[in-house]
């Protein structure tokens, strides 16, 4: 738009700013599509991240179910060794025996071994008070074992997590 003052012919004032801003526009085209490109990029890998993460945990929450399920099981196949409370057998935590048989009271510590293993993925993955309440009603029977010298000083609570640890500490 032109106009005129004085007999000068010139650009009109508003004119010319709207063209510096879309000149500028122009000039930086190159580098504003840059950015936008890495902004983009960014959120892409923040949600790719975010998907990553969700599945691990996902993946994790299954593993530990499955954990769970098998503890239940050997449970019910193995009624002595799920509950020595129920004294459905001899426990002899100095000798290392279940009714006079050192092979059951290995089989007996492999159980209690599965049972804190799916109790430590657990506490790490879904530590709610209802999952503690289930951890604690399995565990519980156990106690004369957990705080049997021989259990202690076997270093099988190294293997596992704080949470668990902690845990333990509280039946």
Known sequence: MHYAIGGRVGRHPVASVGVMRGSWLWQNADTLAAVVTAIAALVALL??????????????KANANELWRETLRLGFENPKLSDPSLKLAEFDYDKLTIDGSRELFQK???YVDTVLNASD??????PTEPWRTSL???LLP???YLLSPHFKQS???DQYGTKLRSFLGEI
């Open 47 to 60: 949600y790719a991240h975010l998907q990553i993460t969700e599945a691990r945990r996902a993946e994790r």
């Open 142 to 144: 156990h106690r004369d």
């Open 136 to 138: 604690r009603i399995q």
């Open 108 to 110: 007996y510590e492999i």
């Open 155 to 157: 270093g099988y609570l």
């Open 121 to 126: 993925e657990i506490l790490e993955i879904s």
